[in-house]
Antibody
Framework: EVQLVESGGGLVQPGRSLRLSCAAS????????MHWVRQAPGKGLEWVSG????????GYADSVKGRFTISRDNAKNSLYLQMNSLRAEDTALYYC??????????????WGQGTLVTVSS | DIQMTQSPSSLSASVGDRVTITCQAS??????LNWYQQKPGKAPKLLIY???NLETGVPSRFSGSGSGTDFTFTISSLQPEDIATYYC?????????FGQGTKVEIK
């Protein structure tokens, strides 16, 4: 059974940093691209970032480019999102999602339950 | 960047009704269009990928069609368990975009 478990969320002040993690199990992690998708309270879904199976291809939404960094450790079956210079508008539930393909196909066939990030002073 | 315009933003229909949601891309995306269902308090679930392919285990009352810039998602006979928000989504050139979502309610 595919499982994606996010962690690392919490309350953080504007301008500070936070690192999210996603632990994957139930599939061959290094065979698939992975993504982060977020959802602000009461709002729709927003794709944040994606990374190919070998970290050779990476993409970011314009809203986070230059502030967020996605990475993965295939030996640990883990996906990460380093978030710097956080803003109030980054407040959201952050989902880890598995891609259907090795490269950034952009079809998310499994999702975690999310970790909540709240940016507030 | 490619923008996705989804309509309507909400709808109310009776059990057994046919429900249709549309999604329009700001430029040609071929058939690279997916549909997701999100129930309250839950993670999204993939229903349709590549415009018309039904994900494994998804009931056949769900379907999708279209190519280029215009896409349609249909529930052939609305069931009480279909109450949810539905999103279209595209991915192109290392950027992903979701539609605004359509909240489906029972009349």
């Amino acid at each position: 059974e595919v499982q994606l478990v996010e962690s690392g969320g919490g309350l953080v002040q504007p301008g500070r940093s936070l690192r999210l993690s996603c632990a994957a199990s139930g599939f061959t992690f290094d065979d698939y691209a992975m993504h982060w998708v977020r959802q602000a309270p009461g709002k729709g879904l927003e794709w944040v970032s994606g990374i190919s199976w070998n970290s050779g291809s990476i993409g970011y939404a314009d809203s986070v480019k230059g502030r967020f960094t996605i990475s993965r450790d295939n030996a640990k079956n883990s996906l990460y999102l380093q978030m710097n210079s956080l803003r109030a508008e980054d407040t959201a539930l952050y989902y880890c999602a598995k891609d259907m393909g090795q490269w950034l196909v952009g079809t998310f066939d499994y999702w975690g339950q999310g970790t909540l990030v709240t940016v507030s002073s | 960047d490619i923008q996705m315009t989804q309509s309507p933003s909400s709808l109310s229909a009776s059990v057994g009704d046919r429900v249709t949601i549309t999604c329009q891309a700001s430029q040609d995306i071929s058939n690279y269009l997916n549909w997701y269902q999100q129930k309250p308090g839950k993670a999204p679930k993939l229903l349709i990928y590549d415009a018309s392919n039904l994900e494994t285990g998804v009931p056949s009352r769900f379907s999708g069609s279209g190519s280029g810039t215009d896409f349609t998602f249909t529930i052939s006979s609305l069931q009480p368990e279909d109450i949810a928000t539905y999103y279209c989504q595209q991915y192109d050139n290392l950027q992903g975009t979701f539609g605004q979502g359509t909240k489906v309610e029972i009349k």
